[in-house]
């Protein structure tokens, strides 16, 4: 690990997007030592038990550039196993009582929150996020996996008269397969396992490569508090992905990640015509109508668009203010960059942490040196002189549709700041943009934004907040930030197979 150059110069090289393409090759190649498997304090679980991995990785504190651990990393054969123990424990786990599901779900919770300050600490380490952002993660799971047991999935009566009676019943669909992401390893599994699970069915989860350690800490914790099987945790270097999507015996994916990989998923899972759910990549735009006051308001902005350093879904990754207010709003967002605490993440203070991975760290530079050429870096815009994968918050101005920080996905924490005169124009190039994850819309007036936001085309649209999300609130995207919903009832019956009975009299 080398200390970075003095600030002001540049501290690593500029990267290319062929550069970013190779970095995911290095990425594989630096974490993974095929054949070698050191004995991991994390282990898989299988059927109940706790396992090596047939390989080994290490995971990396992305605060310090440091190895945080070494992973076991599953072979095929183990997912194969995987995938057969998850088969094997559905009969009994979807014919049990309902009411014995959501006793595991509530033990689960319990679980979760008897071990939340462990957990939440390892989640800051493999994750960079700070420790109190971690804590809201871990016992916000727990709350997610409560939540749940609220629901009964009862029989609904379609017709019932002197001619028919016809039932819809919700029945579960065998082996799942739920795939996560690096940017919140534990809250989106629980969008995911605690519905799963409830409606009946068995899964198999497999986390990022790059923050495998709390998810398999939690498989550890709740092994023997479910029955062999149906939860079964397996871990990857990025390449079982695909073996897990065109399982046939697997009979649905639900995958949160990003638009690209999105797309693969779907075209493996086509040929078993499985089930997926797809939460993919978003570009949310939000907009801040000519009453606003920008001191107010600056500072939500602000947290819409930098919560987990910008490495959120559904985190504000554009956004236009009328030329009436902009200067001042720029000024107002500029500020608050220059007064966030960036660092380690279990530091006291910490306000942002590291960018999570090499891969991501080596994007957000490339597109930060596209920004500098296609508008004016007025905070931020540099890399610390520390170690670690820090980029200080960034505010761009006077730049516009068309560059690259605005049309592509930044994840990372960098904000274009975009000027408009007409509000109809805004919001058409805020739907301009093949994805349709989230947008906001800022005003005074909640009535006038209202109108404004009826006309955004975003599977989610907040008036006066960005980001909010519930576990009794269905979320879901639009065009490319894919389709189906997580959370609330519609979330859980996507977790159901819809069987008619349809009886005559
Ligand atoms: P990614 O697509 O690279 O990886 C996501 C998961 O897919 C990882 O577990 C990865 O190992 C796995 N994977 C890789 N190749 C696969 C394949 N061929 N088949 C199946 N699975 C495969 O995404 P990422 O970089 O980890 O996460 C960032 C992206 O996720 C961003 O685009 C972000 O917007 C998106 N995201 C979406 C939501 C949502 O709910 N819509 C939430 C969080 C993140």
Known sequence: MSRRSAPGKTPRPDVSHKHVFDARQLLVAYFVTPGR???????????????????????????????????????????????????????AWSAKPIG??????????????????????????????????????????????????????????????????????RRPLGVIGAIIPWNFPII?????????????????????????????????????????????????ANDLGGALTAHPDVRKISFTGSTETGKKVMASAAA???????????NDAGIVLDDVNPKETAPKLFAGAFQNNGQ???????????????????NELATLANNAVIGDGLQQGVTIGPLQNKMQYDKVRDLLESA???????????????????????????????????????????????????????????????YGLGGSVWSKNAERAYEVANKMASGTVWVNKHADLAPNIPF??????????????????????LQVISVAR
């Open 312 to 330: 959120v879904c559904i985190a504000m990754k554009r956004l236009y203010v009328h030329e009436s207010i902009y200067d001042e709003m720029c």
């Open 272 to 282: 078993t015509l499985k089930r997926i759910t797809l939460e993919l990549g978003g």
């Open 37 to 91: 498997n050191e004995m991991s304090a994390y282990k898989l679980l299988i059927n109940g038990k706790l396992e090596d991995g047939d390989a080994a990785m290490d995971v990396v504190n992305p605060a310090t550039e440091e190895v945080l651990a070494s992973c076991p990393r599953a072979s095929k054969a183990q997912l194969d196993k995987a995938v057969a123990a998850a088969k094997a424990a559905f009969p």
């Open 372 to 434: 500098k050429k296609d508008g004016n870096v007025i905070a931020g815009g540099e890399a610390p002189d520390q170690p670690g994968y820090f980029i200080r918050p960034t505010i761009v101005r006077d730049i516009s549709d068309g560059t690259r920080l605005v049309d592509e996905e930044q994840f990372g924490p960098i904000l274009p700041v975009i000027k408009y005169s007409d509000t109809d124009d805004a919001v058409r190039r805020a739907n301009a943009s093949p």
């Open 100 to 169: 014995e599901r959501k006793a595991a779900l509530l033990a689960i919770a319990d679980v979760i929150e008897k071990n939340g300050q462990e957990l939440a600490r390892l989640l800051t380490q493999e994750q960079g996020k700070p420790i109190g952002d971690a804590m809201g993660e871990i016992f916000g799971a727990a709350a997610f996996f409560k939540y749940f047991t609220m629901h009964d999935l009862p029989v609904k009566i379609l017709v019932d008269n002197e001619t028919a009676r016809v039932e819809a019943h």
């Open 188 to 236: 989106l599994m629980a969008f995911k396992l605690p519905a799963a699970l409830l409606a009946g069915n068995t899964v198999v989860v497999k986390p990022a490569p790059t923050t495998p350690l709390t998810t398999l800490r939690l498989g550890e914790l709740i092994k023997d508090v479910l029955p062999p099987g149906v939860v079964n945790i397996i871990t990857d």
């Open 476 to 497: 879901g995207g639009s065009g490319q930030s894919g389709f189906g919903s997580e959370l609330g009832e519609e979330g859980l019956e996507e977790f159901t197979q």
